[in-house]
């Protein structure tokens, strides 16, 4: 039985390796208009530049920070065992929209050569991690409960202050905010997907380091901190290593939602609970998900484009909507 279960849990994370990077290489070549494979291997206009300046960067950049966030979803249902926790959850999300709708309503067009969103959002987000950390620090203490509370608490103040400025950002500005929200792909430079891709990189590798200790935090605090864990100081790491995926991918895409629900709980519903194998086949399937949406957004109402984010709410609201009754008791329904 156990090797039975360790050998569907070793297929399933090759077939999710197997989705992403077939979605890498097929998914580019979908969208509004043909491309001529002749004409690329001949480094021929339009095709070419089509394909490697314009699809297959968004392609990576969807990849990247649907694993990303399907990762950080799956870390925050640890922490916080639940399995409706997303990387929206404690705040770093609405931090992070607030800045960048911050300098949206303010004007910037640039921050020394770099998109004023990501500097806002960047700036968003880490103001909130420093915001909760230091404050668990002052109290000398941090638990699921306490993070779970701080989260509500900053999405409410961030959600006020977000409807505040678009209030007075203007039509044009609001309109920009309102797309910005949304959360969508687009098309950005190899330098930028290389940064997120190295961030990414790290963080999950020290993430997946301390999977053992996520499966006996999701059992209960008082059950890992009697197996050895420093709960604590666990907790306060993977609240800046999510963080630091969140901020990431939110830079780079807008604040797209559901990916981070969808993919962990089925992985943990359909694969396995433990985490050794849970969250790298998040990663990998999340990553897929996010790309494959955002291929759909390029076709389903062409020649206009419909952002990932709108797409994934399609499919992620009838989802959320079939999770809640399925944890309903049947007699309370």
Same mark, same amino acid.
């Given at each position: ?64 920070? #649907? ?18 926790? &997303? ?11 607030? #800045?960048?709708?911050?300098? !949206? ?45 701080? #989260? !509500?608490?900053?999405?409410? $103040? ?9 209030? =007075? ?5 609001? =309109?920009? !905010? ?9 098309? &950005? ?5 290389? @940064?997120?891709?190295?961030? $990414? ?5 020290? @993430? ?35 963080? !630091? ?7 780079? &895409?807008?604040?797209?939602?559901? $990916? ?23 990663? =990998? ?29 399609? @499919?992620? #609201? ?16």
């Amino acid at each position: 039985m156990i090797s039975s279960t360790s050998s569907l849990a070793r297929n399933s994370l090759g077939v999710s390796i197997f989705v992403f990077l077939a979605a890498a290489l097929f998914l580019p070549w979908i969208g509004a208009g043909p491309i001529n494979l002749a004409r690329v291997l001949r480094r021929e206009a339009p095709d070419y530049a089509i394909l490697i300046e314009l699809r297959m960067s968004r392609t990576l950049l969807a990849l990247v920070a #649907g694993g990303a966030l399907s990762l950080a979803g799956a870390l925050f249902q640890a922490m916080l065992r639940d399995a409706l926790a &997303t990387p929206y959850t404690l705040g770093i999300s609405a931090g992070a929209s607030l #800045g960048a709708v911050a300098v !949206i309503a303010a004007g910037w067009e640039t921050f020394f050569g770099i998109p004023p969103t990501w500097v806002g959002a960047l700036a968003g987000a880490f103001s909130v991690l420093l915001l909760v950390i230091g404050g668990s620090l002052r109290r000398r203490q941090i638990s699921a409960f306490s993070l779970l509370l701080t #989260g !509500i608490a900053i999405n409410s $103040v961030c959600a006020a202050f977000i409807i505040i400025l678009s209030n =007075f950002a203007g039509v044009s500005r609001s =309109f920009s !905010i309102a797309r910005w929200l949304i959360g969508s792909i687009d098309a &950005t430079s190899y330098r930028s997907l290389g @940064i997120l891709a190295a961030v $990414v990189f790290v963080t999950s590798v020290l @993430i997946l380091f301390e999977a053992r200790s996520w499966n006996l935090l999701a059992v209960g605090e008082r059950w890992a901190a009697s197996r050895g864990v420093r709960v604590g100081s666990l907790l306060a790491q993977g609240y800046i290593l999510g963080s !630091i995926l969140v901020a990431g991918a939110i830079a780079l &895409t807008g604040p797209i939602g559901f $990916v981070g629900l969808i993919v962990p709980h089925l992985v943990r519903s359909r694969i396995s609970p433990d985490h050794r194998i849970l969250m790298p086949c998040a990663f =990998f399937f999340g990553g897929a998900l996010l790309a494959l949406c955002d291929a759909l957004g390029r076709i389903i109402l062409p020649p206009s484009e419909l952002p990932a984010g709108a797409v994934l709410a399609l @499919i992620g #609201g009838p989802y959320l909507v079939w999770v809640v009754r399925q944890r309903i008791p049947a007699e309370e329904i």
